[in-house]
């Protein structure tokens, strides 16, 4: 049996898309304040753009409703999307997964990329921000933009902070562009989660490494490290 279990966040542990959604809907309550638009119609236009493309979202909302805008009122809107309080869950196995790791005497690390306000909120509302569900968390953006995955540094740290081998470690993650190329340097099991709506799962693996097994449903987990 391994001795730590080290698990990614977004269309890991939780829905990316539903985040998404939950960050539109605060936009829209904010441009209905703003310019009076009905704010389902107006989520549901974000949406649909950011199925286009996800790239400039409110830019081209602006854009579609003939909006002059400047780029400090753009970031006003990233803001309020990235300071919202989000409307999210745990997926259904997360919980029972995570206890029986925990009843098994396994370790629980949390490593995820994203811009840390976000992200701890995020935590704050899935009630793990500062508890004991797990024993260690990074938020690689508080360490700074370059500590992102897939650079080694934060895998190094968690390893540290557990005091374990690498071939002790387990990471689960979801984007084949960046959670599983620890891979190449360290001979740490690396597992992939497959998500329904999975934002990433179209990536293409950074340099070829994939991970070492995939799995469904993380009910399955603990078979495949033990």
């Given at each position: 049996?391994?001795?730590?279990?080290?698990?990614?966040?977004?269309?890991?542990?939780?829905?990316?898309?539903?985040?998404?959604?939950?960050?539109?809907?605060?936009?829209?309550?904010?441009?209905?304040?703003?310019?009076?638009?009905?704010?389902?119609?107006?989520?549901?236009?974000l949406y649909d753009l950011?199925?286009?493309?996800?790239?400039?979202?409110?830019?081209?909302?602006?854009?579609?409703?003939?909006?002059?805008?400047?780029?400090?009122?753009?970031?006003?809107?990233?803001?309020?999307?990235?300071?919202?309080?989000?409307?999210?869950?745990?997926?259904?196995?997360?919980?029972?997964?995570?206890?029986?790791?925990k009843d098994r005497g396994?370790?629980?690390?949390?490593?995820?990329?994203?811009?840390?306000?976000?992200?701890?909120?995020?935590?704050?509302?899935?009630?793990?921000?500062?508890?004991?569900?797990?024993d260690k968390i990074i938020?690689?953006?508080?360490?700074?933009?370059?500590?992102?995955?897939?650079?080694?540094?934060?895998?190094?740290?968690?390893?540290?902070?557990?005091?374990?081998?690498?071939?002790?470690?387990?990471?689960?993650?979801?984007?084949?562009?960046?959670?599983?190329?620890?891979?190449?340097?360290?001979?740490?099991?690396?597992?992939?989660?497959?998500?329904?709506?999975?934002?990433?799962?179209?990536?293409?693996?950074?340099?070829?490494?994939?991970?070492?097994?995939?799995?469904?449903?993380?009910?399955?987990?603990?078979?495949?490290?033990?």
């Amino acid at each position: 049996m391994k001795k730590a279990v080290i698990f990614d966040l977004d269309d890991t542990l939780i829905s990316e898309d539903e985040y998404i959604k939950s960050g539109y809907k605060a936009v829209a309550w904010f441009l209905k304040d703003m310019y009076g638009w009905d704010e389902r119609m107006t989520c549901r236009q974000l949406y649909d753009l950011y199925l286009e493309d996800s790239r400039n979202v409110f830019n081209r909302l602006m854009e579609a409703h003939d909006i002059r805008y400047k780029d400090n009122e753009i970031m006003e809107l990233v803001e309020v999307y990235r300071e919202h309080k989000p409307d999210i869950s745990f997926y259904p196995d997360v919980k029972p997964c995570l206890y029986a790791l925990k009843d098994r005497g396994i370790r629980l690390g949390l490593l995820s990329d994203g811009y840390a306000v976000a992200q701890r909120k995020k935590l704050t509302v899935l009630g793990v921000n500062g508890k004991k569900i797990f024993d260690k968390i990074i938020i690689t953006d508080e360490l700074g933009r370059d500590y992102w995955k897939p650079d080694p540094r934060p895998f190094i740290m968690m390893k540290e902070a557990f005091h374990i081998d690498w071939k002790d470690m387990v990471y689960v993650g979801d984007n084949p562009e960046k959670d599983f190329f620890i891979g190449r340097d360290f001979p740490i099991m690396t597992i992939r989660i497959m998500r329904e709506k999975s934002v990433y799962k179209d990536r293409l693996y950074k340099e070829g490494y994939r991970e070492s097994a995939r799995l469904n449903s993380l009910a399955d987990l603990i078979k495949v490290i033990s």
